[in-house]
């Protein structure tokens, strides 16, 4: 077991943190404070799937399935590890025992429905490489998902190439969806050659036309699928995956001329599979219930006009509980993994059977439920800014303008109005002194001490609020309007693409101190320089989206790190290169029987000098171009040719270093 580094040891609270009762953040400070609050108050028991906890002193720990049962690791031993091997923050970690344990769960839960119904057709999983496409992730897959013939899709040629080269089984299922030309179509008759299970769906009439001419080519009857349109509206983000106007898979009328023209090429048995995608992340299991009994008709339908078909595929859209509310709110689900497949294989089997149909081969594509545990992005904290009020100069400067008077007026009376009366003066005082100023009439000095009163009092407001029943709305928000930023080491627009781009939201919480009160109020700003570079959406107590997460003090000389969870599912390739923070590190590991910590794999995050070639920067010109500057600074004598080469020396390592934030 690895040692626990000193950042984590448990150690007096430092002295600012005793003596500051600062109530600038509506927090009192006070000492009294456990570990079960820390788990109520980020919910880590609700969202953390039993993998995560807290431990008795206070640091985050995983637990993770091992063949041996389930072993606790503390997140501290894991972090000293990644310093021990000079992998900086940020650190996108992979925590592989858990994308062992999410396949053997989806098949096993499939498992369990089929035998207690007594369906008389099998489940097969495939993985959507759009998901998570790093080698590393589909390779664990393939080696847990062996022995259930766990698949894979594909939605262009990359990934296709990928799936091919990947699977394992040739029982495994290898789909292919999207839009497909010639060169895509070719790929999959390969994989049939092969003699992989190979499924071409039909996003478009024009793709049937192509494939019957592949085939005559290539000697080979296909495996065809048809991917259809539902009615069926479902909630959440990705309503648009079904109705009318999804952009994806087969009108009514395009279906019936598939059929037709199969059976013109005499190829009709080679319609197999009956495809749908509702969307990802479906809330509420009724949506999957319809959706899959309107599938069912065109199944029915299908097998009544002649189609053999024999496996049916309901797409992704299996659901994470990110929120941990199990709801139907857009992060959340209101439903269970064993509650889906029950749902799935009673739906199925009661349409069916009703029309003496065979039981087919089930087939989800669960990307998202079966990607997003395992990933955890860790990052430190740089630095805070607050907006605490200075203490006020002792006496008061002599003839201060009328608004600054008209404030200390109204710090002085705070008890004895309405609060939000007190709120309404100070803020017109304010602009009155803002006034003056741009007119010419006060002075800077004078300015500043009226933004420092007015900090002083809402700060004062906001403190006392607290203990109204009823906290007027403008009250709320300007205790948000007070709260610190905590400035981390990360990108939002690399790391947590979804949490800027679909408002995401993901659980974030401190990765040690949870055994310490946390004092403050405060959102997270990332390394870029965009104001939309932030988390300020958190994860409430009660499910709630709260803009602000409560953090600890940092302790000066002390590395306060965090951790962003399920973060494994679309995060890390929908990721961009905002102002050229580059891929991150990435560690994944994977804890033993014995309860240690292996890292099995490290990939270092991008160099400055690749993030540039990115762009079209050629680095080797860089430096020569800097070189010839520096020569000529030593011509000028500006410079000596020491500090030439000093310079060309730090050009040279910036360039091979990370691009975020070192230490
Ligand atoms: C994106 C996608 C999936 C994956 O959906 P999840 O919600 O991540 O399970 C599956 N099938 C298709 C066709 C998709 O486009």
């Known amino acids: 077991m690895t040692a626990i580094p000193r950042q984590f040891e448990q150690g007096p609270l430092d002295s600012a943190s005793v003596s500051d009762a600062s109530t600038s953040a509506g927090l009192t400070a006070q000492h009294d404070w456990s570990i079960e609050q820390s788990r109520e108050l980020y919910g880590v028991g609700r969202w953390g799937l039993g993998y995560f906890d807290i431990d008795p002193r206070g640091n985050l720990s995983v637990t993770a399935p091992t063949p041996a049962g389930h072993r606790s690791v503390s997140m501290a031993a894991i972090i000293d590890g990644l310093h021990q091997r000079e992998l900086n923050m940020p650190v996108m970690l992979r925590i592989e025992n858990l994308i062992d344990d999410r396949v053997v769960q989806l098949n096993s839960a499939f498992a369990e429905a089929i035998a207690q119904l007594e369906y008389r057709g099998a489940y097969r999983s495939v993985f959507p490489i759009k998901v998570n496409q790093q080698h590393h992730v589909i390779d664990s897959i393939g080696r847990s998902g062996q022995r259930f013939n766990h698949g894979l899709e594909a939605g262009s040629k990359a990934e296709l190439l990928v799936a091919i080269s990947s699977v394992r089984s040739k029982e495994s299922l290898i789909v292919c969806n999207g839009y497909k030309d010639e060169e895509f179509v070719d790929l999959g008759f390969t994989a049939c050659q092969l003699g992989y299970k190979c499924f071409f769906v039909l996003e478009t009439l024009d793709e049937l036309d192509l494939i019957i001419r592949r085939s005559k080519h290539f000697e080979i009857r296909p495996l065809i699928g048809a991917r259809v349109k539902l009615m069926t509206k479902v909630e959440g983000h990705w309503a648009g995956d079904s109705g009318d106007r999804s952009l994806f898979g087969l009108t009514t009328v395009e279906l019936i001329s598939a059929v037709d023209a199969l059976q013109a090429s005499d190829m009709l048995d080679c319609f197999q599979m009956l495809h749908f995608h509702l969307g990802s992340q479906l809330t509420n299991i009724r949506n999957v219930r319809d959706g899959l009994k309107e599938a069912c008709r065109f199944y029915i339908g299908l097998v009544q006009d002649g189609v053999p078909l024999g496996y049916l595929d309901l797409g992704g859209g299996l659901a994470v509980d990110y929120d941990g509310t199990a709801s139907t709110q857009p992060h959340s689900r209101n439903y269970e993994l064993r509650e889906y497949a029950c749902d799935i294989v009673e739906t199925v089997m009661e349409s069916l059977d009703a029309n003496g149909i065979d039981h087919p081969v089930l087939v989800t594509e669960s990307g998202r439920w079966t990607a997003a545990p395992m990933s955890v992005l860790i990052f430190n904290i740089l630095a ?118 679909i408002e995401q939201v993901f659980p974030v919480m401190p990765l040690h101190r949870l055994d310490e009160k946390p004092q403050r109020k405060a959102i997270i700003a990332d390394l870029t320089c ?49 102002n050229l923070f580059g891929d991150n590190n990435v560690a994944s590991i994977r804890v033993t029987e014995t309860g240690d910590v292996e ?65």
Request: hydrophobic residues 35%; aromatic residues 10%.
């Open 384 to 501: 805070v800014t607050n907006f605490d009020p200075d203490e006020l100069p002792n006496p008061l400067p002599h003839d201060l303008c009328d608004p600054v008077l008209e404030m200390v007026k109204t710090l002085n009376d705070l008890g004895k109005r309405r609060l939000q009366e007190s709120y309404n003066d100070v803020l017109y005082y304010r602009t009155q002194v803002r006034d003056l100023f741009k007119a010419g009439k006060v002075t800077l000095r004078e300015r500043a001490l009226g933004e420092n009163l007015y900090l002083k009092i809402v700060s004062e407001i906001v403190a006392r609020s607290q203990t109204l029943e009823r906290v007027p709305s403008e009250l709320v928000e300007l205790s948000e309007s007070l709260s610190d930023i905590y400035y981390g080491n990360f990108s939002v627009f690399q790391s947590l693409p979804d949490a800027w781009a």
């Open 530 to 578: 965009d104001c939309d570079g932030k988390l300020d959406r958190f994860i409430g107590a009660e499910g709630e989206i709260e803009r602000t997460l409560q953090l600890h003090r940092l302790k000066s000389g002390q590395p306060y790190y965090m951790g962003v969870f399920l973060v494994g599912a679309y995060q890390e390739t929908l990721g961009d290169l905002h």
């Open 599 to 663: 890292f099995v794999e490290e990939v270092c995050g991008d160099t400055i000098a690749e993030v540039l070639s990115y762009v079209e920067h050629d680095p080797a010109k860089m430096l020569a171009r800097f070189r010839d500057k520096a020569e000529m600074a030593v011509r000028e004598q500006r410079i000596s040719v020491q500090t030439r080469q000093q310079m060309i020396q730090l050009f040279r390592a910036s360039l091979q270093g990370y691009t975020y934030f070192e230490e």
